[in-house]
């Protein structure tokens, strides 16, 4: 591969991952952030069956301080990640005794854990956690009715393994994921169509539920792919089309969980491992936090120390751009649940002079078949290069920029990233 003298941070596509290797095992202040489903792991349709390899987490324990995870999934629960991380250690009790366990923000930053299983979830109410408590069965019922309404064609042993697989009872973000319903109903592209549309009116449903408890500024639904957001600042479910699932996930969420929120959190901790103080204070959390762009950058700018700031390495797999016909012009739908906290690892690496990196993994060799692969040009085998990333090619005025991007999924960025944990942990 050709080597370039153009920073990191100035990159797009580029699949230099040696220097991204030499840059964050030489620099000393750089910090971590990163998703779950689709980057450690691959993209399942069935959460239970998700597998985690022990290597990565022993090289994340490694990592200390500088290293963190921010997912929308759950650290806790029967789908939670924490049980996959027991699985894969052959003593569970190894896994609290040494740490392995992943440490960072889950259920978009509402759910703190630290490296030995400590889970707490600050600024959520008993109130809010008794509504939540409640959701995974109304989900449920609901996808029962609709069985026998839509006519699915699906038997009642079909539609209940269906129904146990595609409820997924997370302690602060319950979630419909509807990956199974989407293949059982492969043939019938249709009734997909009415079924995600059914599970769309029964998340407003719920909205209207909580409003009547006295709970009507608690909580949000995440779309998983999204079109972005609309005017009024929801997200925008993105509809299926063919055998494009489109929104697969359907999660009833906290407000204030929005992974760049998340970002602050992280970096308030970071800071006191350095410090020994909090910038933000102890307490701070992501429901106490302003949820725009510009409201959140300026919170670091008129709070953290420029002189201590780390090169940040945010990493995610979920980031999309669909163009929609308005007249007769284009206009593009920008989402993905990763796409907000590295756009804003991006700004804040901008602002800061840190070089910061936006890191992105191909999971569309999962399971989950909703994602864009990108294309690369083999025609010189000594100068591979990304010809299109996992946006609409005409999407040209993107704000985010995928600096470093892994093809080859997972896998590949597990061997990467257990290669710079051993050689961080070797020069230190």
Not at 64 to 93: C, D, M
Not at 222 to 243: C, F, T, V, W
Not at 308 to 332: L, Q, R, Y
Not at 384 to 394: A, F, K, L
Request: net charge negative; aromatic share 8%; hydrophobic share 35%.
């Amino acid at each position: 591969m050709a080597v370039s003298n153009t920073p990191l941070h100035l990159r797009s596509l580029s699949l230099d991952h040696q220097s991204l290797s030499q840059m964050l095992i030489e620099r000393e202040n750089v910090l971590i952030i990163q998703d779950l489903d689709g980057v450690c792991m691959g993209l399942v349709k069935d959460p239970l069956t998700r597998v985690i390899q022990t290597r990565y987490l022993e090289a994340a324990k490694s990592l200390g301080s500088h290293f963190y995870v921010l997912t929308n999934g759950e650290h806790i629960g029967q789908r939670g990640v924490n049980g996959i991380v027991e699985k894969a250690v052959a003593n569970p009790s190894t896994v609290k005794e040494q740490g392995l366990y992943l440490q960072g923000l889950a259920g978009g930053g509402v759910q703190w854990q630290d490296s030995y299983g400590n889970v707490s979830h600050p600024g959520v109410s008993d109130a809010e956690l008794s509504f939540l408590n409640a959701v995974p069965d109304q989900i449920a019922d609901y996808l029962r009715k609709l069985g026998q309404k839509l006519k699915l064609g699906l038997s009642q042993t079909q539609l209940e393994t269906c129904i146990q697989a595609a409820v997924l009872d997370n302690k602060v973000s319950p979630t419909a994921n509807l990956n199974v319903f989407h293949e059982a109903l492969l043939d019938r592209p249709e009734l997909y169509a009415e079924l995600q549309q059914e599970i769309k009116k029964l998340m407003e449903r719920l909205l209207e539920q909580a409003q009547q408890k006295g709970l009507g500024e608690s909580f949000f639904v995440h779309y998983a792919p999204n079109l972005g957001r609309d005017n009024r600042g929801q997200e925008i479910m993105q509809p299926s089309q063919g055998k494009d699932s489109g929104t697969t996930d359907f999660q009833f969420m906290l407000r204030g969980a929005i992974k760049e929120v998340g970002v602050l959190v992280i970096l308030n901790r970071y800071y006191y491992g350095q410090t020994g103080s909090y910038p933000l204070g102890a307490e701070f959390n992501v429901r106490q936090a302003p949820r725009d762009q510009p409201a959140l950058l300026k919170l670091v700018q008129d709070n953290f120390d420029p002189a201590i700031m780390p090169t940040i390495v945010g990493v995610g797999d979920t980031v999309t751009s669909k163009a929609v016909e308005n007249g007769n012009e284009i206009e593009f739908k920008r989402g993905g649940s990763d796409r907000g906290f590295l756009e804003l690892i991006q700004l804040l690496g901008q602002e800061f002079n840190t070089g910061n990196v936006v890191v992105y993994i191909d999971s569309s060799g999962g399971e989950v078949k909703n994602r864009k692969a990108l294309k690369l040009d083999h025609s010189n085998p000594e100068n591979i290069q990304v010809t299109e990333g996992p946006g609409d090619s005409r999407d040209t005025s993107d704000p985010l920029t995928l600096n470093l991007v892994f093809p080859g999924g997972h896998k590949q960025y597990i061997d990467f990233f257990c290669h710079i944990a051993q050689a961080r942990a070797f020069s230190g």
